[in-house]
């Protein structure tokens, strides 16, 4: 399966080359849940992190995204292997955002994965050991967030040829005040290519849930009805929670196309050290999406492998309606 992977690497290589410089091709590494790594595989949890670095300048990686749940347990074990393993990013300047699963916060147990005494709802948002070991100026690319020194909701920003991009994270099933908040921000950046991080949006089924898992605020549905189809800008939603893998495609109300993706691996091999691979060609409108594991060295052959066409990527210097 090594071989496999290669051919493509190689050919985005040349692709790039052929177009100037990586000027309008670059590779988004997005990080399903890795909890079980954490836990029990520090080898696997950290083989994706050097395969990252290794590939930082071939494959153009601006950013490094992670769906949330990156612990398991809420204890200071697992957030230091956590943080160890993103201190070699911080080492070779690669900038990254982390959007918060519930494992993330005192929802958890100090050594389970089980809901903690006391009001879960009240607990997701107790995130101290997360704010401690990720505390702001960690975040290199953070422009802002919603509360002072927590990046429980933040943006960020990166460049790439001539597209610009927001990447917002919302917190697990959120409180309408960072939805509201989220909107803003959305709106005054309403010429970046948007795309919303968050732990819980898509089911197994591929379906936006109507849930709010039993302890959150508002529901996936909630958050899509408010605040992502109401946005022309929106153009990826990113998230985990719930195995495996499943793509939806929506139309918003300014007739964006929404391309949600969920990916998470946590029940299978305790994540098999999996990184959600989207390749984007600007020139071509295309993503290539797929699931590759350094760790195995091998990509999944299902369907977290597809491609998305015809994609409508906002572009500095296009003359457009972007409606607020």
């Not at 696997?44 to 990252?52: A, D, E, G, P, T």
């Not at 955002?97 to 107790?126: C, M, Y």
Request: net charge neutral; hydrophobic share 35%.
């Amino acid at each position: 399966m090594k071989k496999l992977f290669k051919p493509c690497l190689i050919a985005l290589i040349g692709l790039a080359t052929a177009t100037g410089g990586y000027s309008q091709t670059f590779t988004l590494p997005v990080f399903p849940d890795t909890q079980g790594e954490v836990g029990g595989n520090h080898a696997m949890f950290n083989s994706r992190i050097k395969w990252v670095v290794d590939h930082k300048d071939s494959l153009n990686i601006p950013m490094v995204l992670h769906v949330g749940d990156l612990v398991n347990f809420d204890n200071y074990d697992h957030f230091e292997v956590a943080s160890k393993g993103y201190d070699v990013f911080d080492a070779h300047h690669i900038p990254y955002a982390i959007t918060l699963g519930n494992h993330d916060t005192e929802a958890v147990g100090f050594n389970s994965g089980s809901a903690a005494p006391g009001n879960v709802n009240q607990n997701l948002r107790k995130t101290r050991k997360f704010n401690s070991y990720f505390p702001v100026s960690r975040f290199t690319h953070q422009r802002g967030r919603y509360e002072a020194d927590k990046s429980d909701n933040a943006y960020y920003t990166f460049k790439v040829g001539k597209t610009n991009w927001l990447v917002l994270t919302l917190e697990f099933c959120p409180r309408m005040g960072p939805i509201n908040w989220a909107g803003d921000i959305i709106k005054e950046y309403f010429n970046y290519n948007v795309i919303i991080l968050t732990h819980y949006h898509l089911t197994p089924k591929g379906e936006i849930d109507t849930r709010n898992a039993g302890y959150g605020d508002f529901s996936p549905q909630v958050v899509y009805d408010r605040l992502i189809k109401k946005h022309a800008n929106i153009r990826f939603v990113l998230s985990g929670h719930v195995m495996s893998s499943a793509l939806k495609v929506d139309t918003g109300e300014h007739g964006n196309k929404i391309y949600q993706i969920l990916q998470n691996y946590q029940n299978d091999d305790m994540g098999g050290g999996y990184i959600r691979m989207l390749s984007f060609d600007i020139d071509k409108k295309t993503v290539s999406a797929s699931m590759y594991s350094p760790f195995y060295q091998k990509t999944r052959e299902d369907k977290s492998k597809f491609i998305l066409e015809d994609i409508d990527f906002i572009k500095q210097g296009e003359e457009r309606a972007l409606k607020r």
